[in-house]
């Protein structure tokens, strides 16, 4: 009986074999067997990186898909295929899972830049598995009247910007207003006017949906507006871009946007300041031309902002290109008259010239123990690659992000426990002021120090030498930022170079976070003027009790002022 039994296993173990060997998919598995050259999963585990991704072409999430089988173990070589029902740009680690049972795939938004959800699904032979993330970023604003008089022909510019405030032409946008809804195209520079004429009485709702965005607006319809509740104590204007290359003879495409912000000493928004905008100096059409409010009035919104474009000319401006003032009162006054002038540049450029930026890598010092020391040099070539020598480079200077945390010591070095990610830069316009939105009522002030983080002043960019900033007969220009010393690693930079020959502007970008000296992080016996980061650090123990790597729960919270 023992040798029957021994020879029936024997006989099952030889058929389970013969039917998970050769012959392709010809024979009949008892279990589970794989097909040629795959391992076969009896389920996916799909995870993402995040939840949303901005709609710039760069930003990506990654997509990472685990084979297992029934009992939770990892599949290797299971074949998997990613799809996803939205326009983007799948880039697939491989076909199918690696020795972990993972495979992955990188998703950006490739040419479409609107928002919206996308579901990317993967597959592998008969199981699917899906997840869904977000594209966010894109804006669509306009330039337009809020208070019109009855019956009066109006029109509404549209404009369209992606996460990186960059025009997106060429994409479908339908506006609900008087009549029927009007159906168009944004142009290259993201821009679509809208027409209407004015009912007689009551007021005009605009609806208009583009890109993934929906903006409604309201227009009042009185001939009289009532005053707005002043004063004003900061009135702002701003352009942007600051610069825009020549239009061709008819042609409308490169605009930029006049941006005017009014705030009370509350700062909060001023509704209903009377605006108008015009240009310093004698600028014929050729130069450029304003494409509402320079004949007549316009109202700020409930936001305290009126919004207008500068529509380029066929030529060149001036080296200093082209002044742009917005005169503006709290009562109705001439447009022949300004009772009030801000005013703002934007250059005008033709043919380019080439800019870079390079650095010798060195953190530099001196007597002034407070700082710490960039070095950069400039260089500037026209379109053949010769140096252009006497070009004037403008140094604009940013913070975009900034650090909570501290140093520890383990021994031999300093090391750095911060954020991430940062905490981003809290005034939003760059205008310097603390704004408060007049709907939501929040403050761009996120933690609440009464004080805008990270202030613009903690960098520094001057010219080497005296008149460094100027290039010499090589086209080169030499720069040197400065930085607090216990500021630095806790703040990251950007700055971007610009010059102008003829009205035509190159530029160049270097981007980064403020260096720490390595012979001051493995200086171990004294503590580096960095240790702590000024803008806060929340933690879960005292600091004495955090040793590097087993630090407590620890937490960063940009809206903290700690």
Known sequence: MKTLTTRIAALGLSLLVAACSGGGNSGTCLFSCPPPGGGVAASLDVARSGSEIKGNGSDSITITVTALDKDRNVVANAPVTFVA???????????????????????????DHSNRTVT?????????????????????????????PPNSAQDVRYHLVDATGQPIGNVAINVDGVGATVQGTTDLNGDFTYSYTAPASGFVTLVASAGGVSLTTVVTLNSTVTAPAGPVSIAAISINPTTVNVNTQGSITNTAEIRTNFLNDLNEPVQNVRVTFGFDGNVTAIDGSIAAGSSSLLLSGTD???????????????????????????????????????????KVVDQPINVAVGTDGLIHTDANVQF??????????????QPKSGVSIVVERDLPYYYKGFYLSDGIVWNQIRANPP??????????????????????????????????SDISVSPLTAGSNVTDASGHAYFQMSYFRNKASWESFA??????????????????????????????????????????????????????GSPPKTQFLCTSPN
Not at 124 to 144: H, I, K, M, P, Y
Request: net charge negative; proline share 5%.
């Open 423 to 456: 905490c981003p830069n809290e005034d939003v316009d760059r205008n310097g002021f603390i704004n408060v939105d007049a709907v939501t009522g929040n403050s761009e002030d996120a933690n609440g120090t009464t004080t805008l983080e990270p202030p613009l």
């Open 495 to 548: 700055l971007k170079f610009s010059g102008v020959v003829s009205g035509s502007e190159g530029s160049a970008y270097v981007s980064g976070v403020t260096p720490v000296p390595a012979t001051v992080l493995k200086a171990i016996d004294a503590d580096p003027p960095f240790k702590v980061s000024t803008f806060g650090v929340l933690t879960g123990a005292p600091l004495s009790q955090v040793t590097v």
């Open 372 to 385: 710490y020391y960039l070095q950069y040099a400039v260089q500037v070539t026209d379109v053949t690659g």
């Open 85 to 111: 029902d939205s326009n983007v740009v799948i880039t697939p680690s491989g076909t199918a899972t690696d020795a972990t049972g993972k495979v992955t795939a990188v998703i950006t938004t490739g040419s």
């Open 304 to 346: 305290g902002i009126v919004r207008s474009q500068f529509i380029a000319g066929t030529r060149a401006s001036v080296v200093n290109g082209i002044t742009v003032h917005a005169c503006w009162d709290l009562n109705d006054f001439d447009v022949a008259t300004c009772p009030h002038k801000i005013t703002a540049v934007v």
């Open 120 to 148: 990317v699904k993967a597959t592998s032979n008969s199981l699917a598995s899906s997840t869904t993330f977000a594209v966010t970023g894109t804006v669509l604003t306009n330039t337009l009247l809020t208070v019109v």
